[in-house]
């Protein structure tokens, strides 16, 4: 019994860790503002997508492009067709980008295809003064251009992280239950995150570099999360991610339930992966340099998501009542914490009432990925980068 009192103890001092700073974050985020230069000259910016077998996708993604208000004389797109079989390639030459074709099936993924691009085609990029990377499912926002060239243009800027939101948010209520995910984890973390002197990360997804900045790294992360594993890293070289929330893209999440565990599966199991190569490296970081972006980047780290953490405290007003009644004022607390992140977040980011009405199915959402989490703390799930899925939006 004192096991599992002590057991109980440490699950109700991690969950309600945990909770703290996701409060914080969110109490923080509401005094957040973009860092912009509204007096800028506009930049030359290449905008690099990474595209494998999306020809159904590419099409729409290039339309999104095109319908931004940035001036088309100063931008460029670059695709790189990498290790397609499909039509990819002569679809995105059509549409008018310039296809950069890899054909390394031996050695896939998203990082992989970025690296190859940044360190073999310098010539190529080195012309512009910053680069765009989208993926190949997205539709940019029509002001996404100009607010990142806006925010690069403040002086130590160098890496922007746009909003990354849902472009498919009503299609199922596995899409509005990540619309509802994204609100907080694309926007309500990074703008809390920054207010508070720390890092924005980055998200994989409507990211701006500084040209210099991607010819000195190439992508140097090649995991499944590489988007992670890249803002960690320019962290522990004393480089930010700052986050601009007008800075827009919509990407397609997947609205099937096997679509949805590979997409899932990936993510989660990657960034524990992440965890278990850089938590030694960003605690020494802040041992030594006393600052709390590092400890906030650990922290950021060692969040469980958000279904996952509901999960934990549910738990634990469980095992409370069954052993220790002392932890149930505790659990309680951070079950309201946890509504007043997300209700923070969907507030913020202004969601439809379709989307607010669809939190009722999120216990069936958390029962759905148990078998998930399960495979990963067995270490059985597969981590490897697979394609997900897309609705063909050429048809």
């Known amino acids: 019994m004192a096991l599992v009192r002590f057991s109980i103890i440490l699950l109700a001092l991690y969950a309600g860790g945990v909770t703290v700073y996701l409060v914080v974050l969110a109490c923080a985020a509401c005094r957040f503002k973009k860092k912009v230069r509204l007096d800028a000259d506009p930049i030359r910016i290449g905008i690099l997508i990474p595209a494998h077998d999306e020809e159904g996708q590419i099409g729409a993604a290039m339309q999104g492009v095109r319908l931004t208000r940035y001036p088309p004389a100063l931008y460029e797109i670059w695709v790189i067709a990498d290790n397609c079989s499909d039509a990819t390639a002569g679809k995105a030459s059509e549409a008018g980008a310039r296809v950069f074709e890899r054909t390394d099936p031996a050695n896939p993924g998203k990082g992989q295809a970025l690296d190859w691009f940044l360190n073999g085609h310098r010539d190529v990029y080195g012309a512009v003064d910053a680069v765009v990377v989208m993926d190949a499912d997205t539709v940019m926002g029509v002001d996404f251009l100009d607010e990142a060239a806006r925010s690069l243009s403040v002086p130590g800027i160098d ?5 990354y939101g849902v472009s498919n948010p009503e299609a199922t209520w596995r899409t509005a239950l990540m619309t509802a995910a994204l609100c907080v984890f694309h926007h309500l973390r990074p703008a809390g995150r920054n207010r508070l002197g720390a890092t924005a ?18 992508w140097p992360a090649h995991s499944v999360v590489e988007d992670v594993e890249f803002g960690v890293k320019l962290l522990l070289d004393g480089i930010k991610v700052h986050y601009n929330p007008d800075a827009v893209v919509y990407g397609e999440m997947a609205e099937s339930g096997r679509q949805a565990e590979s997409q899932r599966r990936r993510w989660e199991g990657g960034r524990v992966a992440v965890l278990r190569r850089y938590g030694l490296p960003l605690a020494r970081k802040f041992i030594v340099r006393r600052e709390f972006c590092y400890l906030d980047c650990l922290l950021d780290l060692i969040t469980p998501p958000l279904s996952l953490l509901v999960l934990m405290v549910g738990a634990l007003c469980l095992l409370g009542l069954l052993f220790l009644p002392g932890v149930l004022p505790v659990a309680l607390l951070a079950l309201a914490g946890l509504a007043f992140y997300v209700f923070a977040g969907l507030l913020q980011k202004k969601v439809s009432w379709r989307v607010w009405g669809y939190l009722a199915a999120a216990p069936f959402y958390i029962a759905w990925k148990l078998p998930l989490y399960g495979k990963l703390l067995r270490g059985s799930g597969d981590v490897k980068w697979t394609r997900t899925e897309r609705v063909n939006k050429s048809e």
Request: charged residues 15%.
């Open 159 to 163: 890496v922007v992280q746009g909003y």
């Open 201 to 218: 990360g980055l998200k994989g997804n409507g990211m701006a570099f500084r040209t210099e900045i991607l010819s000195r790294y190439g």
